[in-house]
């Protein structure tokens, strides 16, 4: 039996458009989506309604409130599908751990600096969650959703562009797939029944 996830990346928020350093982009839990990410939002909606993506039976979103806007604002759009939402918190963002303290005008070489002098290891990357650890999670969620909603097809989860582009990589999917993945974009993969869990990225393919 297979089993269809469908990993959705959030709409623009303010603190996806504040001129920050990159390592400070979607650190606030709390950011509202702009005017712009409601747009997108809404045009994602009309797409999943217009493209014959499965009515979804489960949804799932990181605990940034982006994520939880981006999945009601779509999902308004797909009138027969569930309104359930459930918070799931290894769809969360990357975390930035120490450097997330550092001045909002601070520039990537100043951040460099100040964590030197504070003992930050930038280089190893240790105040930062590495990538193979986000990826390890989002894999983790995937193999376990892949069980408790084995043959559904709508099942969507909604989270920032850097945990599902760090899973794709992971994925070894196409460079084309996570270079063009931007706000409001979804990605579908598919679980066969038959995967075992060490199995599991060898097994599961894009749609």
């Known amino acids: 039996m297979t089993t269809q996830i469908h990993l959705v990346t959030t709409a623009e928020a303010y603190c996806h458009t504040l001129d920050w350093p990159q ?14 990410g409601l747009a997108q939002a809404k045009l994602l909606g009309e797409f999943i309604a217009d493209n014959d993506f499965p009515e979804a039976t489960g949804i799932y979103v990181a ?51 100040d964590a030197q002098l504070t003992g930050i290891d930038v280089v190893t990357g240790s105040c930062i969650e590495q990538e193979t650890f986000v990826a ?48 409001a974009q979804i990605v579908s993969l598919q679980i066969d029944d038959d995967s075992r869990e060490q199995d599991f990225v060898r097994s599961i393919s894009t749609c």
Not at 23 to 36: I, K, M, Q, V
Not at 147 to 165: M, Q
Request: glycine content about 8%.
């Open 63 to 113: 605990p940034e409130t982006r994520a939880r806007d981006t999945a009601i604002t779509a999902f308004d759009q797909v009138p027969e599908s569930t309104k359930t939402i459930e918070i799931e918190r290894a769809l969360r963002d990357r975390s930035y751990g120490d450097l997330a303290k550092f001045p909002k005008k601070t520039t990537p070489l100043q951040v460099a600096k």
């Open 136 to 183: 390890d999670r989002m894999i983790g969620l995937l193999n376990r959703l892949g069980k408790e909603r084995e043959g559904e097809l709508g099942v969507y989860c909604f989270s920032d562009i850097e945990p599902v582009a760090c899973l794709l990589r992971a994925l070894k999917a196409n460079d084309k797939d996570i270079s063009d993945l931007g706000h």
């Open 23 to 36: 390592f400070f982009r979607g650190l606030s839990e709390g950011a509202d989506l702009t005017p712009n």
